[in-house]
């Protein structure tokens, strides 16, 4: 398969020319200028990511000090997931026309500040408002990552970067358990889990002050024409991905939620002719709805969903399996994935540089290093079980998942958004996100809801098997996809 060069004229471009047209040329960086740009850009994603995965070790103290209940629990997850889904498309449009600067300190500061009220939360309700304004904050500041990069970066350069943007989301998300457990081992239950949210402060207030330093002028964009942030666009998008993830992530409450799927059907079917019309009527709608015209886009947007949609869920059984079942501390839990953390570390760092040339191979291959990793996992599981191995070989089969991590995510990103244009990137970065996020919901909750509901007739172990060989198949669903936008590209560059 030939190099891959990023088009330099899209042929998307012409077809978003309202959106384009509200958007003042973009100011050039050095190339030292580009790289602090990065760091910042990575040390705040690393913030709102860890903020994720942190959490997973830390709720067994968070329901003893505070008495919260187990709806008060899953709550603590939910908020923030559901909030920074419902925003991440609308925020990456506002970046697009208003100035990816302004909304990405907006974020950082929102995030911050809710890091401080859910440090100091006296109670459930306290905190659970504080984790549904940290989703805002993280959904606002998310879209422009990825809109400046593209904005910023190009060719193998680019490539690097999202490079380094994978390593920090691989890193994030195995380290935050580890970090967690620390955490709760060095100051105790209370002021361990308090400290996970209340270390975000430092980082973001330094953020804050580099980006304001750091950030591309002008922060603030003035559309040349009228303002058009298509607000029902918005609302109705916005409607449609809250009436589809509520049910994911309370539908074991209360299982009449798994109505509003059909709602949320309805919702995306207006929000689909509402772009059309409003696009037709000479505006410039949300979401462009000629983006998914662009092949790799689409298919990197369906693999992103797909790999999140299985794979996310294994940390989360991993941590859950290792303390209900094994009697670990939580710090215990947290290093069984260590390993993983830093192959996945690696894996995105060489990924960046190999993207523009191996394009959807790093993918595959990732993708069976993942399928490889489950079945060890599975194995170990099973062998120790019976007593014939130590859980300990754990982290040298999660290794391999770790590993994946970063042949998948850095390379899709890249590859996802290299035909996107420049003015569109925020809100298709914005709907990538969603894409991830919508998976990580759903996959959780169905491969939780299994790994529970397996448990209690056939116990631990099998569970942990089912529940792997659920994720397995969506992982070989990930593969086809992945597969197959490798076999169009490969045979689209032969010779006619």
């Known amino acids: 398969m030939p190099a891959i060069q990023p088009p330099q004229d899209p042929p998307l471009a012409a077809e978003v020319a309202p959106a384009a047209a509200a958007i003042p040329a973009p100011g050039v960086l050095s190339p030292a200028g580009r790289w602090k740009l990065l760091g910042v850009l990575l040390a705040v994603m690393f913030m709102s990511l ?36 419902v925003v991440l498309v609308a925020a990456g449009r506002a ?3 208003l100035g990816r600067g302004m909304m990405f300190i907006a974020g950082v500061v929102i995030f911050t500040l809710a890091s401080v009220l859910a440090g100091l939360a006296a109670d459930p ?38 490079g380094l943007l994978g390593t920090v989301i691989g890193f994030s998300v195995a380290i935050g358990p580890v970090m967690g457990g620390a955490l709760i081992n060095w100051l105790g239950a209370e002021a361990g889990w308090r400290s996970t949210f209340l270390i975000n402060v430092p980082i973001g207030i330094i953020a804050l002050l580099l980006a304001v330093i750091w950030l591309p002028r002008p922060l603030f964009t003035k559309p040349s024409g009228r303002l058009d942030l298509d607000p029902v666009g918005g609302l109705l998008l916005a409607l449609g991905i809250f009436a589809f993830l509520f049910p994911f992530v309370q539908g074991r409450e209360n299982p009449w939620l798994w109505a509003l799927l059909p709602v949320a059907l309805l919702f995306m079917l207006l929000w689909i002719a509402w772009e059309k019309r409003y696009k037709a009527r000479g505006a410039a709608p949300m979401v462009d709805l000629a983006l998914f015209r662009v092949r790799s886009f689409t298919n990197g947007t369906v693999i992103a969903g797909l790999y999140f949609m299985g794979v996310s869920s294994v940390w989360v059984l991993v941590a859950v399996y290792t303390q209900q079942a094994l009697g670990f501390s939580a710090l215990q839990a947290g290093l069984i994935a260590l390993p993983a953390a830093l192959l996945s570390a690696l894996s995105s760092n060489v990924a960046g540089r190999y993207v523009m040339t191996a394009g959807r191979r790093l993918v595959i291959g990732g993708t069976l290093s993942a399928l490889f990793g489950l079945v060890a996992t599975v194995a170990v599981v099973e ?7 130590s859980i300990w070989w754990m982290l040298l089969s999660l290794a391999f998942i770790g590993a994946a991590q970063g042949f998948i995510i850095s390379p899709n990103q890249a590859l996802t958004l290299m035909e996107v244009p420049v003015q569109n990137s925020g809100s298709a970065g914005g709907l990538m996100q969603t894409s991830q996020r919508v998976g990580t919901a759903v ?4 491969i939780t809801a299994v790994f529970y509901g397996m448990n209690q007739v056939v116990g631990y172990p099998l569970a942990m098997t089912l529940s792997f060989a659920a994720t397995g198949l969506l992982v070989i669903a990930t593969l086809w996809v992945a597969v197959a936008d490798w076999r169009h590209d490969h045979h689209g560059a032969q010779p006619q």
């Open 443 to 446: 996959g959780i909750a169905v």
């Open 125 to 162: 309700l306290m905190l659970n408002i504080a984790r549904f304004v940290m989703g805002v904050g993280s959904g606002l500041l998310n879209p422009q990552v990825m809109g400046l990069i593209q904005q910023h970066f190009t060719g193998a350069e680019r490539g690097r970067a999202y």
């Open 50 to 85: 860890v903020s994720v995965s942190i959490v997973n070790v830390v709720l067994p103290s968070i329901e003893t000090t505070l008495q919260a209940t187990e709806a008060d629990m899953q709550w603590v997850l939910a908020g923030y997931a559901l909030t920074f889904g």
């Open 95 to 97: 970046g697009d026309l």
């Open 383 to 389: 062998l120790e079980a019976r007593g014939i191995v």
